[in-house]
């Protein structure tokens, strides 16, 4: 009986992981630009990369969590929806700005912070925020995911 249970997982386990496919694509020079993992057919990974190969932005379906980075490669914004929605922040430097907890400030750097964010968002979406703003300014940053 042991060996059937076993036999079944590894047969169910395998099948699983035959589901998956991923599909990349490239930027004229050859790097990875786009990869986007799917399982049974539907997107469940995707994940974008900045042309010196650092990544850009991953958003995961199945954990709920958004994330997006700078072109150095520290994390610059974080987002996750599993009980509960945490958003979160960062500098260039990794420095954590300000985490809100289902909408709620809970931790802030600075004075204003929600101010900032709430400015940045608001230009953001006016000019059809495509995930590519330079993140210059050193703290907020505008982000609807």
């Known amino acids: 009986m042991r060996v059937y249970c076993f036999m079944l997982f590894l047969l169910l386990f395998s099948s699983s992981l035959l589901s998956q496919t991923v599909e990349t694509t490239y930027y004229r020079g ?4 786009l990869e986007i993992t799917y399982e049974d057919g539907l997107e ?7 042309k010196n190969g650092q990544i850009r932005l991953e958003k995961n379906k199945k954990l709920n969590f958004f994330k997006e980075y700078y072109k150095n490669g520290q994390l610059s914004y974080y987002q996750h929806n599993d009980p509960q929605k945490i958003e979160e922040y960062y500098t260039k430097d990794g420095t954590l700005i300000a985490r809100f907890l289902d909408d709620k400030l809970e931790y802030s750097l600075y004075e204003n912070v929600e101010d900032d964010i709430k400015r940045l968002n608001s230009n953001n979406n006016k000019t059809k925020h495509n995930h590519e703003h330079g993140h210059g300014h050193g703290h907020g940053h505008g982000h609807s995911h």
């Open 30 to 33: 050859g790097e990875t630009k």
């Open 44 to 50: 469940i990974i995707s994940k974008a990369f900045y």
